[in-house]
């Protein structure tokens, strides 16, 4: 028997109900706060992951799903924000409006330890907006990320916010971390020990109690490195969340795991997940686009992990009253007026099945329950001589007799 591949997932109707509410609820919402769809492909030059993401980030060194072809080298998309930023450079997208709003929904490839809540082939719900530095477009955007979890659904999120600085603030809080830290690094998780030499602000959110204990115990105040520009701008982005009243928390060690951000970055968390706890998270890249060949402009985005949503989210999502007629029949004569109803009813945009297992009229209608069926129509020899369909409510439990176009009349009033 085949298997599906390890840290891949198959979405079943019994959870497409959900899933697909959510990418309708984030395609209104996004709407709503002008964002426009952006669909770029599943593979890309690997080189351009190398570039925006850094090459000392876990999923540069260890993550990447690589194939050669010949001298070239591709990836599976390990996330959105390059790829998006690549086509809006690559496709000329500032000709018209420097400042571009988009959003986008697909899967991701990393090649992780398969886990609760951990992948290999993943689903994002994210979006970038491209083109403006104002610190209220990152009130936006974090809001919007909180729109769209209560509109999902999605209870007792909770938001955390930081600033990184810009490039420089960046080096110097990294150049003080590594001189602090390099006295204790025995004490550090291995990885940590790695990541002072190459990453050294990723060991202030490392997940490791004895790295934890070490981070909490430094005494440098972090945002001592913060120029006058990227602490006003950080003032302005709380500013503006406090006056929308959006919840948060300050969190000083949050730095995220890609190299390309700067000034705020922010991640949602839910308890529901374990370890794993992270919904979404995002932040700005003001950088990334002329790193990438484009004019220098700042950006921001952020993205949500599907599954995780999905797992966080404890209610069915109801997006309209499931309308379906389920036909039971009694003879091959009322198949085939079974299926001609069907047609009919379709025809006229009402969803519509029958049973092709043959069921007695008890397993026939114990299924119509099952689908949640808003109506059974019986079809059988009574029906046929009478010209007429019984109608069966299934919610109030009566049975009416009605012809088809009376019953197309009532459906779309
Ligand atoms: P990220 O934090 O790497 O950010 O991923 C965003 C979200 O994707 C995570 O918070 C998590 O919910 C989900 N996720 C990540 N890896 C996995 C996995 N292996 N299995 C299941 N879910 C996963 C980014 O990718 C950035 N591009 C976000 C962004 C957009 N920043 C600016 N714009």
Same mark, same amino acid.
């Given at each position: 028997m085949y298997k599906r591949v390890s840290g891949t997932k198959d979405i079943l109707p019994e959870d497409i109900i959900n899933w697909q509410g959510i990418e309708e609820i984030c395609r209104k919402t996004f709407r709503l706060y002008n964002y426009s769809e952006i669909r770029t492909p599943l593979i890309e030059d690997s080189a351009l992951f190398n570039r925006s993401l850094g090459q000392t980030t876990e999923i540069i060194q260890k993550q990447m799903f690589i194939f050669n072809n010949k001298d070239e080298s591709y990836a599976l998309r390990p996330e959105g924000t390059a790829s998006i930023v690549r086509a809006y450079i690559e496709n000329n997208l500032d000709k018209s409006s420097r400042f571009l709003k988009f959003y986008y929904m697909g899967p991701m490839f990393r090649l992780e330890r398969p886990q609760k809540g951990r992948?290999?082939?993943?689903?994002?719900?994210?979006? /970038?907006?491209? !083109?403006?530095?104002?610190?209220? $477009?990152?009130? *936006?955007?974090?809001?919007?990320?909180?729109?769209?979890?209560?509109?999902?659904?999605?209870?007792?999120?909770?938001?955390?916010?930081?600033?990184?600085?810009?490039?420089?603030?960046?080096?110097?809080?990294?150049?003080?971390?590594?001189?602090?830290?390099?006295?204790?690094?025995?004490?550090?998780?291995? *990885?940590?020990?790695?990541?002072?030499?190459?990453?050294?602000?990723?060991? $202030?959110?490392?997940?490791?109690?004895?790295?934890?204990?070490?981070?909490?115990? $430094?005494?440098?105040?972090?945002?001592?490195?913060l120029c006058n520009d990227c602490r006003n701008h950080f003032d302005e982005v709380k500013k503006g969340l406090d006056s929308l009243k959006i919840k948060y928390t300050l969190d000083h060690n949050l730095v995220r795991g890609l190299d390309?951000?700067?000034?705020?970055?922010?991640?949602?968390?839910?308890?529901?997940?374990g370890a794993q706890d992270a919904i979404g998270a995002g932040g700005r890249y003001n950088n990334l686009v002329k790193e990438l060949g484009g004019p220098d &402009?700042?950006?921001?985005?952020?993205?949500? !992990?599907? /599954?995780?949503?999905? &797992?966080?989210?404890?209610?069915?999502?109801?997006?309209?009253?499931?309308?379906?007629?389920?036909?039971?029949?009694?003879?091959?004569?009322?198949?085939?007026?079974?299926?001609?109803?069907? *047609?009919?009813?379709?025809?006229?945009?009402?969803?519509?099945?029958?049973?092709?297992? =043959?069921?007695?009229? =008890? !397993?026939?209608?114990?299924?119509?329950?099952?689908?949640?069926?808003?109506?059974?129509?019986?079809?059988?020899?009574? /029906?046929?001589?009478?010209?007429?369909?019984?109608?069966?409510?299934?919610?109030?439990?009566?049975?009416?007799?009605?012809?088809?176009?009376?019953?197309?009349?009532?459906?779309?009033?």
């Open positions: 992948l290999r082939q993943f689903n994002h719900i994210g979006c /970038e907006a491209i !083109g403006s530095y104002d610190a209220y $477009l990152d009130t *936006e955007v974090i809001a919007l990320s909180d729109a769209l979890l209560s509109r999902i659904g999605v209870k007792d999120a909770k938001i955390k916010i930081n600033t990184l600085g810009c490039a420089a603030d960046k080096a110097a809080l990294a150049e003080k971390l590594r001189n602090e830290l390099e006295p204790c690094a025995e004490l550090l998780c291995e *990885e940590c020990r790695k990541r002072l030499k190459t990453n050294v602000l990723r060991i $202030l959110d490392c997940k490791t109690e004895s790295c934890r204990k070490i981070v909490q115990g $430094l005494r440098n105040n972090k945002q001592e490195y390309y951000y700067t000034q705020t970055v922010f991640e949602i968390t839910h308890d529901s997940l &402009l700042g950006a921001i985005g952020f993205a949500f !992990g599907m /599954e995780r949503l999905m &797992l966080s989210l404890k209610t069915k999502i109801n997006l309209e009253e499931n309308k379906l007629i389920y036909i039971v029949t009694l003879g091959k004569e009322a198949m085939l007026s079974g299926a001609q109803a069907l *047609e009919i009813l379709r025809k006229n945009n009402i969803a519509a099945d029958m049973d092709y297992e =043959k069921k007695s009229v =008890k !397993g026939a209608m114990r299924r119509a329950s099952d689908l949640n069926a808003r109506y059974a129509l019986i079809i059988g020899d009574d /029906e046929l001589k009478k010209g007429i369909l019984t109608l069966k409510d299934m919610q109030k439990g009566t049975q009416t007799e009605t012809t088809l176009d009376n019953l197309i009349k009532e459906m779309k009033c």
